[in-house]
């Protein structure tokens, strides 16, 4: 096997379309890793490895985007490369600029990427960054100041280097072998055992890597050849050996396990109906069934489960960036990257999350020269927390800034005619901030304060079943708890019947059950009902007038007639309200499907599940029907 | 195949018969009342007996509700109501042909289904304007075929149609 000519590539390319693909994912990949590893990196005493990460990263990139002819790509990764070899023969010194320019090569790839990929989006010059790369490697671009300083500790640091320890004895010259020429290193099969070597993880795998190029038939040489060097830089983040299958293979898988509990929980009835002597001889066999279909749709269900790390990686990036706008210094430290959540929900909490990071830094972490005056070290620390607790997951954003302030959130309530008291409790203050359009920033900035933040942030963690918590304290910082369900796949959810068809209530909204009995269900001023629960009234709805206009039952028929229901109590945004339904089945756990696959959507419907009987039951979006209600 | 075999159809002026073993094309015949209907075999992608059928709210009338499909929610549609005759019973008996229109999946309820024909290009017209009552635009042609008339039939149209449309503008 031999990495391809990037002229071989051109010619092949009609046969090449097919690994585009793979080419593009392995590439974004590569980019991330690149600028996680670059934001990791430490000027002052850079770590060897980290610098040949980034520097077989780049190269990856550049050999794919060859092969596949992507030039531009090619070319700008080239610029980058011989800035990188320089940095590993260790001929410049990295320093803060490097690390800048960088990382900006990083996002015009990502950009030309996804030109390259089809997607919408502006080509992007690649030319000021592509002289930027050219001046420091040159090393004309070096300025006088700082730079220079770092570039002479750190030869210093690096001649004092500790020797390298046996069996990995690579004298910096080796490196020399692949950088100078950029030619010969695309034709280099022992590429990636080389390279391998002075990384700690290498010592232990390099044959297994070299081999599994070769073996790999199906993908073409030079993306085989690549994904060495990837898998290395992503088993850095924690990732061992992996496949990719598409999201609909594992879905359908979900949607047969489904269909296979269904038949199982079929059996179990039927054998249920038999008599003692004919049931004995199959017990065994249906409860070792169960046992293995229960497993079975629990190992199915984890496919779908991604590491919190996917919503944590962006972050450094994008808290540097931050800081320096906003002139704040500021360390993020991550845990629990490793807790795995549902690709669905770890997709939208996304941007929730990165909403409260910004908040942290913009309006928690104080200016330097603030925070040395309070005593505290000029530099602020974000902290991203992920851990599961039972059956759902807790993500914790806490800063140690300078915490809420209660008399200005006070005021500012004030100031909007929510009418708080001064007698509210922290807690209660704390949940003024989640009022729409509420904000106590003095100034409006491109970064936060224009009070469109958490009430948003609030909404998207409730539609996920989620809540968010604040816990602060005066000068100290501000802890912003998220709890959220593993799985959007599954649900807790409350089974009833209403007109004769099964409906599902999301279980996190259920308050209480109640049998109206003696609690009359009055009417006020024939437009609603009430009833009296706990010297509180609650609006009430009947699900049997909502979901069935074509029903029996008139609107706003007689309070009598609804005798004989149950009351659910459900609470929504904070209100209370009863439904009223004909019959309770029971509580279990629903898979949930879209009926929007080849449905539209359906107003007061967030889905459907599949009972036990094989017939579809919807799931009920208890906070749409009820702000139908009162409008 | 299927769009060159339509397409003259469609086009409504093509009727020259030219190509007869091209133009080609299998459909399935079903009953309604006492009218025969086609559509293309290639929308065709299973027939089955109905399910109970879960009711949704707020769907057109002739929307029945939704069955489970080896796990996918499928809607259905009861395509007396669709071509205004009175409502058929649900039952046991009752066939329904499962379409896949555009990736989408979709269950017609009918009388009966009686075979696949293969009809070539002379043998389906154009239908004549029936004005607006019975939405003709869903009507690709009619095909006489022994002693029955056929009614080509536009899935994808009637299912999409602006009234009472299945999907969602944006998705559709």
Known sequence: ?631 | MNGSAQQPVMAGNDWSGAHVATDEAEYLVFRLGEEDYAVDILHVREIRGCDPVTRIAEAPPHVTGVINLRGSIVPVVDMRVRFGLKAAAIDAFTVVIILNIAGRMVGIVVDSVSDVVRLGAQQRKPAPDFGAALGTRYITGLASLEERLLILIDMEKLVNGTQGGLFDAAAA
């Open chain 1, 1 to 631: 096997m031999s990495l391809l000519e990037p002229v071989r590539g051109n010619a092949a390319a009609a046969d090449m379309s097919r690994f585009y693909q793979i080419f593009f994912e392995e590439t974004a990949e590569q980019l991330t890793a690149m600028e996680s590893l670059l934001l990791g990196i430490d000027t002052s005493q850079p770590a060897a490895e980290a610098i040949d990460a980034i520097f077989r990263a780049a190269h990856s990139i550049k050999g794919g985007s060859g092969t596949f002819g992507f030039r531009d790509m090619a070319a700008l990764t080239h610029e980058a490369e011989s800035l990188l070899a320089r940095v590993r023969k260790r001929e410049l010194a990295l320093n803060a600029p490097m690390i800048d320019a960088l990382l900006e090569a990083g996002d015009v790839l990502r950009a030309q990427l996804s030109v390259h990929r089809g997607e919408p989006g502006m080509a992007v010059d690649a030319g000021p960054v592509v002289a930027r790369l050219n001046a420091l490697a040159s090393g004309a671009g070096r300025p006088k100041d700082d730079a220079c300083i770092t570039g002479g500790t750190d030869a210093v640091a690096s001649s004092a280097m500790p020797a390298p320890p046996p069996g990995q004895q690579e004298p910096p010259a080796d490196f020399g072998f692949f950088s100078p020429e950029p030619a010969a290193q695309s034709a280099d099969p022992g590429y990636g055992l080389f390279d391998d070597g002075p990384g700690p993880a290498a010592s232990a795998a390099p044959p297994a890597w070299g081999r599994r190029s070769t073996d790999d038939p199906t993908i073409d040489a030079a993306p085989a050849g690549r994904r060495c060097g990837e898998k290395r830089v992503v088993s850095a983040l924690g990732e061992a050996s992996s496949i990719r299958v598409s999201v609909d293979k594992v879905d359908q898988l979900i949607d047969l396990v489904g269909e296979l509990v269904i038949s199982q929980a079929m059996l179990a009835q039927r054998c249920a109906a038999l008599r003692e002597a004919q049931r004995e001889p199959l017990l065994d066999g249906l409860s070792a069934l169960e046992r293995n279909t229960r497993s079975l749709q629990d190992a199915v269900m984890s496919i779908r489960m991604l590491p919190m790390s996917f919503v944590f990686n962006r972050f450094p990036r994008m808290l540097r960036d931050l800081a320096l706008k906003l002139g704040k210094q500021v360390e993020l430290r991550t845990e629990g990257e490793q807790t795995e959540l549902d690709k669905g929900v770890i997709e939208k909490i996304s941007d929730p999350i990165n909403h409260l990071v910004r908040n942290a830094l913009d309006h928690g972490i104080e200016l330097p020269a603030a925070r040395v005056a309070a005593g505290k070290p000029a530099r602020g620390v974000v902290s991203l927390r992920a851990s599961q607790r039972g059956g759902s997951a807790l993500i914790e954003v806490e800063d140690d800034g300078n915490g809420l302030d209660r008399a200005r959130i006070l005021a500012a309530a004030a100031e909007r005619g929510l009418s708080p008291s001064a007698a509210m409790s922290d807690a209660e203050v704390w949940q003024l901030i989640f009022a729409p359009g509420f904000s106590t920033a003095e100034t409006i900035t491109d970064v936060s304060g224009r009070g469109v933040g958490m009430d948003v942030v609030d909404r998207n963690i409730r539609a996920l079943g989620g809540s968010v918590e604040i816990d602060s304290t005066g000068g100290s910082g501000t802890r912003i708890s998220v709890r959220l369900p593993l799985t959007l796949a599954i649900m807790d959810g409350m089974s009833v019947s209403v007109g004769g068809y099964a409906y599902v209530i999301p279980l996190a909204c259920v308050v209480e059950l109640l049998a109206p009995g003696s609690r009359a269900i009055r009417s006020v001023s024939g437009q609603g009902r009430v009833v009296e629960v706990r010297s509180e009234f609650l609006p009430v709805i009947s699900l049997a007038e909502k979901l069935d206009p074509r029903g029996p039952r008139s609107p706003n028929g007689p309070p009598g007639e609804s005798d004989g229901q149950i009351m659910v109590i459900v609470e929504v945004d904070g209100g209370r309200t009863a439904l009223l339904v004909d019959e309770l089945y029971g509580q279990h756990q629903v898979v949930v499907k879209s009926i929007e696959t080849h449905y539209r959507r359906v107003a007061g419907v967030s889905g459907a599940t599949i009972m036990g009987d094989g017939k579809v039951a919807l799931i009920l979006d208890i906070g749409s029907l009820v702000r139908q209600a009162r409008h």
